[in-house]
Structure formats: C-alpha cells, structure tokens
C-alpha cells in the first residue's frame, strides 16, 4: 500500500495524499526546546527518520531508509497565525493543501502563535505515503508518548497471516461489490473547489462505547450509524435509487506488523442506512456490513492477500478508484483514540483533533479520532459544499436521539460535547478554550 500512495502521489504531484493532527498543549511551548525534545525522539525511534530511497535508480522498488541527518529545525518549525481561532483553523486547511515529499522524512510539526497565551497549538502533518490511521497514532506516540510507542496499535487490528479459502472468496465477493455506481447527495452535487473548510466536534468516548453495548455494537457502528443520521438531516439524496456509499479503511496488520509504521490497510464500502428511521434497525444494517471484518470471517485479511496480487503498475490506480466520487459518496476513517499521555517539551497535550485532507475529486471526508478520554469528530468538505459547519452539531445530536431511543441518560449538550463551527471559531479563542 505504500508503493501504490507513492504512485498515486507522483501521478499527482499537486495533490496532497496527507496525514494530520491539530493538539494543544498547555502553556507556551519554547521553540528551541521544543526542536531538541524532538531530535531525542528521533534518536530514541529511528522510524521517524525514515524517508524513501531507491536503491539503484528511479526504476527501482523504493524502501524505506533510516536517514541519522535528520534535522529537527526543518522539521520543527514556529508560525505566527493571525485572527484568533478562526485563523488557526483558516492556516490548518491552507497548510495541509501542501505537498510533502517522502524523499526527505515526510514529517513535520508547525507551533502555531498567536490568539491563546494559555496554550501552544500544535499541527503535526504527514504523508499518508508514510502512515496509515495506526501508523499516524503510533508515530504520535513515538514524538510525544510517555512510554512504550508500540501501545499505540491495539491488538484488535492484528490478524493472523494464513488466510483461509473461505476468507479468500469471501473478499472477492466484497472486491465485486465495488463495481455498482454509489448513489449521492444534492449537496454535494457541486463541482469541486479545491479548497477544504474543517470543522470539528468533541465527546466523551465512554458515550459512544455505552452505546455500542446498548446497541450490540462497536464505537466505530456508533460512529456510522450517528454520520448516517446526521447525513439524512442535511442532504436529500440525488435523483435514482442507488444506496448512498461511504470508504472505511480497515486495519489488516498481521501481529509481527503491529508497531511497524506504513500503510496496512485495504477500503471497504458501506452501503449507510439513509432513510431508515428505525436506529435498531440502522444499527442492523451497519453491523451486517462490519461485522464481516471482525472475528472468524476476517474478509479484511483476504482482501489483503488479493490486494497483494496486483501489480505494482496498477496500485495508483486501485488508490485512485478508492476516492472516486462516483464509488463512494464520503469517506469515512475511525482511527481510534490516543492513548496518552502525550507531551512536548513537558508541556501535556489536552486535546488532539484529527484533520482530514481532500484528496482530488472529494467532496466530504470525516474522521474519528482523539485523545482519551476524549472523542473527536473531524469534518473536512470541499468550500462549495453548503452547510457542511453543522454537521459536527448534527453528528452530536443524532447520539442523544441514539442515547434516547436505547433508554441511555442523554447528557446534556453542553457538558456532553463541544462543537467547533465556522461559526464558533469566528469568535476567536475563547471558543476554542
């Protein structure tokens, strides 16, 4: 999978294939201090040195090498952001439309002045060349983890390396399931702008496992069926029949890959419950469809081992048609929560937002993640979707109505969540403290 983001990365070198997190720290993070924290690191993990190499020529299969140059003042770098929490978030879409090359370690860490004395905001970016969801966190971990790194990947993403013929069909029947057309939304019918506007929304994420046990589900059910219901109230699906499709990356690392960083992973559509007023019922369809990449069936391992036989030349092309509009209708990514503590230069982190990033042709892409206790709900869309700023709130109030329908005590909003819209930021920073 890295071999085919690289690909995908150099057919489109305008195009950001990137990786990112928005974390505050508490207190005024010293930027020289802050540079020598991580040089450490990288001495301590020289995973995060990495950067690709082609062993003889352009031609060649490219690696992965260790490079000891590694110079943290170009890695670690200060910005003085103007306009309060309105412009941090304005520089966090505006810098992650930027390229990063993996010919020199595809990282880097931008302290962000400006708007809130009381805290240093931090945008660590990648190049998802070089990390998946579980590699982002891990590499996190590395930088800022008090501890072993390796505890970053849960086991529950590991799975045995033989697969079975039964998983082995199984995976080429969800393989052909890519084939029909998705179905689409009227707002988000409009041509592409190239410009991504993010917003966010926080919870607690013992709220979403009470949840899954009321439900008989997972957070990431709880994670679909809630986008399934906020999606319902804010578009009316576009003309035809065709169910409303969204990507899900799944893990598929084998327990020898599991602190390992790159991309172990491989895209499942699911078919999302518009339209079905019944949460049981909703819940029922997203489980049918997941639950095929849990336990014994183990359908994400066998699309692995399918994956695997494609050739190299094509690899761009299978990432390509993953983010194809007409395949899939939004992408989604539940990359878990940071398990903490995290820190830079001794100061915590409090908060850890994840940024998803555009790909071309992409309309809407929302991501789970954050930092325990704390669940974040990231929501980038292209700059001509309207009305995307509501749908972290939407999101929100779909688990009280989920909360409600279960007989669960629905927390107050509140106390419950904090929502980060356009809007809110535009107050400056009291709205993000």
């Known amino acids: 999978m890295d071999a085919a983001l690289l690909g995908y990365q150099r057919k489109n070198p305008a195009a950001p294939v990137t990786v ?129 790194a390796t505890a970053g ?129 909703r819940f029922e369809a997203v489980r049918r469809q997941t639950s095929r990449y849990r336990g014994d069936a183990d359908v994400a391992a066998g699309e692995r081992w399918w994956f695997e036989k494609i050739p190299t030349r094509l690899g761009p092309a299978s990432v390509a048609s993953g983010m194809d509009p007409g395949r899939v209708t939004v992408t989604t990514s539940n990359l878990g929560t940071l398990p903490g503590p995290l820190a830079l230069a001794g100061h915590p982190f409090t908060e850890a937002l994840p940024v998803p990033v555009l790909l071309p042709g992409q309309r809407l892409f929302v991501i789970l993640g954050g930092l325990s206790p704390t669940a974040s709900l990231g929501v980038t869309a292209d700059a001509n979707v309207p009305g995307a700023a509501a749908l972290p709130r939407r999101w929100l109030a779909e688990l009280a109505a989920l909360e409600h329908a279960a007989g669960l005590p629905t927390i107050p909003e509140q106390t419950a969540a904090r929502v980060y819209e356009a809007a809110d930021l535009a107050a400056g920073p009291a709205s993000l403290s």
């Open 20 to 148: 990112a997190y928005l974390l505050r720290a508490e207190g005024r993070c010293d930027l020289a201090a802050a540079r020598t924290a991580v040089a450490e690191r990288a001495r301590r993990f020289p995973a995060l040195t990495h950067r690709v190499r082609h062993s003889a020529g352009s031609a060649a299969w490219p690696v992965w090498t260790a490079d000891p140059r590694l110079d943290a003042a170009a890695r670690v770098r200060e910005h003085r952001v103007h306009g309060g929490a309105e412009g941090r978030r304005a520089f966090v879409e505006r810098w992650c439309r930027a390229v990063l090359p993996p010919d020199a370690p595809p990282w880097e860490i931008c302290l962000l002045r400006g708007g809130d004395p009381e805290s240093t905001w931090v945008l660590f970016r990648a190049s998802h060349v070089w990390l998946d969801g579980t590699a982002l966190h891990l590499a996190l971990t590395m930088l800022f983890g008090d501890g072993d």
């Open 153 to 281: 990947a849960p086991p529950r993403w590991s799975r045995a390396g033989r697969v079975s013929p039964r998983a082995k069909a199984a995976a080429f029947g969800r393989l052909l399931g890519w084939m029909p057309p998705t179905g689409g939304l009227d707002a988000l019918a409009r041509p592409s702008s190239g410009r991504g506007r993010t917003c966010w929304a926080t919870t607690d994420v013992e709220r979403l496992r009470a949840l899954g046990r009321a439900y008989g589900g997972t957070v990431n059910d709880v994670f679909l069926v809630a986008l399934s219901g906020a999606l319902d109230g804010w578009s009316r699906p576009s003309a035809g029949r065709r169910p409303v499709r969204a990507l899900m990356p799944v893990g598929v690392r084998r327990p020898d890959e599991r602190a390992a960083l790159g991309n172990f992973v491989v895209g499942a559509r699911v078919e999302l419950p518009l339209g079905v007023a019944s949460p049981w019922r």
